[in-house]
């Protein structure tokens, strides 16, 4: 494999796909985003597109990524004003994921300590407890599709860690709001007409995506205000929140609560891909399921596992990355440009865009040995140091890195080994799993995953 950075290409002269009139290259990425921003990297590293009269650069070296991330990442925003921002408005509001600036600055430093190793712990042990008790039902011998399953697996669990034992009460609102959002997206992913609609055309979908929005909304607000009443001293991120402080004895108000509330919640939302691919993997290399069923049987002993289990789950841990790396979480990242500035020399003007395919950069065979193939190996300690860092970005780079990273890891590892040493399942025959062609959150198999479930 190669290991040393190849220098990115040179201005002036960018390589551009030939596109449609008028409209650039925007049928080409709706049709199937994967294929075309691979196809954009047979034309090299830094590529123009256009999206309608809209230029966009698309960057597919660690070098170009790292300039946009880190080197000059104060000259970039993270969201573009769009339909799709304005889509998922009613639903992220203005949380770490979608806001900027002074105001993303102050929220990040409100957040980071609930992220920090102790409530890490918390959180990692709940989330085995819930997830134990769902294994007790399910029926051994029996087919289904795991993908729902985990889905409500991981909704239990992210309520549990944000709003406690309490919240538990309010998961059918939960898993309404965040149904109706992905439907309705997927609609309009879909459908030119709908697409082309106002974001607030009152489809029945979309009415029914801003009515559990709201319903949703009411709930919040109200465990925000007993929560300020009360006090409780639960551990739950709810109750953390409400305790932070700015640098003037300022916190959250009710609404960056709430809003920050949500994209932890939503963020968590994907777990459940990450499992449907993984046991989609696993079950096709035996050989790395006897090791990996070896590792849990050695560390467990069937008892739960714990935060402190992971630096003895190796094995697990790779697997998780190495899923990551073939189905990432965030399959694109986007930048819009704040002001005039350069990569790699090229002139980037305020108001255009630059995007990174992370589904293109981690089967990038330059950086990757057999790229397509599942190999968690090449994440061992001397194999990994040879990946460049920004190779592999499955939760973004630079200052904007999914704050939520160390939870999933933690999660996905402790919910493998504790699925994996109960149960096989066994994907029925048959069944082809490619990404859904529009993806949307995240790369979600379009028809997930039917599986027998078998005792170990």
Request: proline letters at 9%.
């Amino acid at each position: 494999m190669t290991t040393t950075l190849q220098p990115p290409p040179s201005p002036p002269t960018l390589a551009e796909p030939r596109g449609y009139p008028v409209i650039g290259h925007a049928l080409d990425y709706r049709l199937n985003p994967l294929s075309f921003y691979s196809h954009c990297a047979e034309y090299g590293d830094f590529v123009r597109l256009r999206f309608g009269p809209h230029p966009v650069y698309f960057l597919n070296h660690p070098d170009l990524i790292k300039e946009v991330f880190v080197t000059k990442g104060s000259s970039f925003l993270a969201r573009a004003e769009g339909r799709e921002s304005r889509f998922f408005d009613p639903l992220f509001g203005h949380g770490l994921a979608v806001s900027e600036g002074t105001f993303w600055r102050r929220q990040r430093r409100l957040m980071q300590p609930i992220f920090q190793r102790s409530h890490l712990a918390d959180y990692g042990g709940w989330a085995v407890a819930q997830m134990r008790a769902q294994l007790d039902t399910w029926p051994v011998g029996d087919v289904t599709d795991i993908r729902p399953v985990m889905a409500r697996c991981a909704r239990r669990i992210i309520t549990k860690i944000v709003f406690g034992e309490a919240g538990l009460a309010h998961l059918d609102s939960l898993e309404a709001v965040l149904n109706a959002a992905l439907k309705e997206y997927d609609n309009r992913d879909r459908n030119w007409l709908l697409y082309l609609m106002p974001e607030h055309f009152p489809t029945p979908s979309n009415r029914r995506y801003h009515e559990a929005v709201e319903a949703m909304n009411q709930w919040i607000y109200a465990a925000i205000a007993a929560g300020r009443e009360h006090n409780p001293d639960r551990g739950d991120m709810l109750c953390q929140l409400l305790k932070v402080q700015d640098d003037t004895g300022v916190g959250m108000g009710d609404r960056e609560l709430r809003d920050e509330l949500v994209n932890v919640i939503v963020g968590h939302d994907t777990l459940p891909d990450v499992f449907c691919w993984a046991w989609w993997q696993i079950a096709h290399y035996p050989d790395w399921e006897d090791r990996l069923v070896e590792e849990w049987q050695t560390v467990l002993g069937g008892r739960s596992p714990s935060m402190e289990d992971i630096p003895r789950l190796p094995l697990t841990e790779w697997t998780v990355k190495e899923t990551l790396r073939l189905y990432p979480l965030a399959w694109v990242t986007g930048r819009v440009a704040t002001q005039d500035c350069a990569i790699a020399g090229q002139p980037i003007h305020a108001g255009e865009n630059v995007v990174m395919c992370q589904w293109v950069t981690h089967r990038d065979s330059r950086w990757f040995d057999h790229p397509n193939s599942f190999n968690p190996q090449r994440w061992a300690p001397d194999a990994a140091q040879r990946i460049p860092t920004h190779a592999y970005y499955p939760f973004g780079g630079g200052p904007r890195a999914c704050i939520g990273q160390g939870l999933t890891m933690l999660e996905a590892v402790l919910l493998l080994a504790d699925i994996g040493q109960r149960f096989k399942l066994r994907p029925l025959p048959g069944q082809t799993m490619v990404p859904h062609p529009g993806p949307s959150f995240s790369l979600r198999p379009p028809h997930g995953l039917q599986v027998q479930i078998l005792a170990r």
